[in-house]
């Protein structure tokens, strides 16, 4: 989940476990949703998207789930390996004045051990 | 394509100077972000530009901060004067989607210490 304060919330795996990395989003008119991961020293990088009008999308490893009734957003990732360790964010995306502009999330880490 | 270059890199400044960081957003991208990254606070949208017009600097903290965008293919942050609770990691991102938003790809940032 999202954390609140100075520590971000961490999930430790073992390699070729499956992750779950959870996310509360706050605007219920979002309508479009990122998932991102961000290795140390670097920027977040885009790992999968879903939109408003579907519950599930699946890429390579990784899915996302959308419960928009509670408005919780989930990354699964299988089979997780030592280059899964990285901090992910949830992005909502709300219009503003006809633009689209993310919200992250706090984040959560996760480490890989293998 | 090179992705989305920020320089520099890392800078050391003290209270009171002025601090410049550097943007080049992918080739053909008509949005660009800027954000501040900092454990408090986590990632924080500072500004947003769509064809090279400043759409939202709501949350622009201060008059000390300013961001332009010349031309598609450069951006300034400025901080004048900076402050120690200036220090975090700035970000820059660009995209390829006329209203912004969307899939956004970000540069490696920039590390502010303000001494």
């Known amino acids: 989940g999202e954390s609140v304060g100075l520590h971000l919330p961490t999930l430790s795996v073992q390699e070729g476990d499956n992750s779950i990395i959870n996310c509360a989003y706050s605007?219920?008119?979002?309508?479009?949703f990122i998932w991102y991961k961000q290795e140390s020293g670097k920027g977040p990088q885009f790992i999968i998207d879903?939109?408003?009008?579907?519950d599930k999308r699946q890429g390579q490893r990784v899915t996302v789930l959308l419960n928009k009734t509670v408005k919780h957003l989930s990354l699964q990732i299988a089979a997780t390996q030592p280059g899964d360790s990285a901090v992910y964010f949830c992005?909502?995306?709300?219009?503003?004045?006809?633009?689209?502009?993310?919200?992250f999330g706090r984040g959560t880490s996760l480490i890989v051990h293998p | 394509d090179a992705g989305v270059i920020q320089s520099p890199r890392h800078e050391v400044t003290e209270m009171g100077q002025e601090v410049t960081l550097r943007c080049k957003p992918i080739s053909g991208h008509n949005s660009l972000f800027w954000y501040r990254q900092t454990m408090m606070r986590g990632l924080e949208l500072l500004i947003y530009?769509?064809?090279?017009?400043?759409?939202?600097d709501s949350g622009m903290p201060e008059d000390r901060f300013s961001a332009k965008m010349p031309n598609a293919s450069f951006s300034t942050l400025k901080i004048q004067p900076s402050e120690p609770r200036d220090s975090a990691v700035y970000f820059c991102?660009?995209?390829?989607?006329?209203?912004?938003?969307?899939?956004?790809?970000f540069g490696s940032g920039t590390q502010l210490s303000v001494l």
């Open positions: 605007n219920s008119a979002s309508d479009y």
């Open positions: 992005a909502e995306t709300r219009s503003s004045g006809g633009s689209y502009i993310p919200t």
């Open positions: 530009f769509n064809n090279n017009v400043p759409i939202d």
């Open positions: 991102a660009s995209s390829p989607m006329g209203r912004g938003g969307e899939k956004l790809f």
């Open positions: 879903i939109r408003s009008n579907m």
